[in-house]
């Protein structure tokens, strides 16, 4: 099975700053790499899929880059409601379309 | 409204049995890849099963042999049964569509992500 690795696994930034996470496959995955936003007690929500394409209704801050085997997720401008934990999936290897570990973004 | 609903968690004791249900509306779950997804207390998603829709079924290794994803189509709903559980099988299960399609134009398959979950259903096996 494919590991993905995310890049820190926590981190602390203040409301506007720029954030970027890192996710590295463990053997290339082509551009079949999404992103999610998970808030406490909620259910994942797609942010990006593709590597780089934004799922309808979200915000422009959020952008994601890369390819083969490593990939990053930026949001250009903290906003309040983005302090959530992200993770990345791997969609190249079917059927273990494995999960990054999780990079929760808190308030400084 | 597009939307998944699971039900039918609960409080088992070890070696028992329970039948998740993840019923749809919006879309059709046997035109769709569906899958479980679950989140032990405090750690991150594990992907656990899924079913095309050709049928065909998957498993994680953690849980091949004791858990059975299946679809009821005229209810347009999906299912998790799952037998001889265990202490690590406390999470909470998710199901979610995948938005898998075939690019006629191309003739590849497009992996979007999973783009439908449902809000979760809580499962602890406890004695």
């Known amino acids: 099975d494919i590991q993905l690795t995310q890049s820190p696994s926590f981190l602390s930034a203040s409301v506007g700053d720029r954030v970027t996470i890192t996710c590295r496959a463990s053997?290339?995955?082509?551009?079949?790499l999404a992103w999610y936003q998970q808030k406490p007690g909620k259910a994942p929500k797609l942010l990006i899929f593709a590597a780089s394409t934004l799922q309808t209704g979200v915000p422009s801050r959020f952008s994601g880059s890369g390819s083969g085997t490593e990939f990053t997720l930026t949001i250009s401008s903290l906003q309040p409601e983005d302090f959530a934990t992200y993770y990345c999936?791997?969609?190249?290897?079917?059927?273990?379309?494995?999960f990054g570990g999780g990079t929760k973004v808190e308030i400084k | 409204e597009v939307q998944l609903v699971e039900s039918g968690g609960g409080l088992v004791q070890p070696g028992g049995s329970l039948r998740l249900s993840c019923a749809a509306s919006g879309f059709t779950v046997s035109s769709s890849y569906m899958s479980w997804v679950r989140q032990a207390p405090g750690k991150g998603l594990e992907w656990v099963s899924v079913?095309?829709?050709?049928?065909?079924?998957f498993y994680a290794a953690s849980v091949e042999g004791r858990f059975t994803i299946s679809r009821d189509n005229s209810k347009n709903t999906m299912y998790l049964q799952m037998n001889s559980l265990r202490a690590e099988d406390t999470a909470v299960y998710y199901c979610?569509?995948?938005?898998?399609?075939?690019?006629?134009?191309?003739?590849?398959?497009?992996?979007?992500?999973?783009?439908?979950w449902g809000q979760g259903t809580m499962v602890t096996v406890s004695s």
């Open positions: 999936q791997q969609l190249d290897s079917y059927p273990v379309l494995t």
């Open positions: 079913i095309y829709s050709r049928g065909s079924t």
């Open positions: 053997q290339g995955v082509r551009s079949f």
């Open positions: 979610a569509r995948d938005s898998t399609y075939y690019d006629i134009l191309t003739a590849f398959y497009n992996h979007d992500g999973f783009d439908i």
